[in-house]
């Protein structure tokens, strides 16, 4: 059973770093295309940042040069770390994979999914 458990979410001022980590069992993660995904109240969710199974990343324009996806193959954990933030950033983060590569695809649901973790971004 696939299961991805997020963490390190919380509260900072603009300006400052996070780092949100995502646990996966059930599947290895060098084999899965995984992603992080943010919704914000009253907003519609938001791809952020796409990690392929080979290593290739995308990530929506406006967290370019703030933000970095990677991913740990042997501790089966992918990461964001998140500089810069701005208020805009405040969101209930989520951690998606699928076997399918969404890298492209920017309407891909991935199947599986964590149950967010909360950035506060305080001005």
């Known amino acids: 059973q696939v299961r991805l458990v997020e963490s390190g979410g919380g509260s900072v001022q603009a300006g400052g770093s996070l780092r949100l980590s995502c646990a996966i069992s059930?599947?290895?993660?060098?084999?899965?295309?995984m992603g992080w995904f943010r919704q914000a109240p009253g907003k519609e969710r938001e791809r952020v940042a796409i990690?392929?199974?080979?290593?290739?990343?995308r990530y929506v324009d406006s967290v370019k040069g703030r933000f970095t996806i990677s991913k740990d193959n042997a501790k089966n954990t992918l990461y964001l770390h998140m500089n810069s933030l701005k208020p805009e950033d405040a969101a209930l983060y989520y951690c998606?994979?699928?076997?399918?590569?969404?890298?492209?695809?920017?309407?891909?649901?991935?199947?599986?999914w964590g149950q967010g973790t909360q950035v506060t971004v305080s001005s």
């Open positions: 990690i392929d199974s080979d290593g290739s990343t």
């Open positions: 059930g599947y290895t993660a060098g084999t899965y295309c």
């Open positions: 998606a994979a699928s076997v399918y590569s969404f890298l492209y695809y920017r309407n891909y649901v991935p199947e599986y």
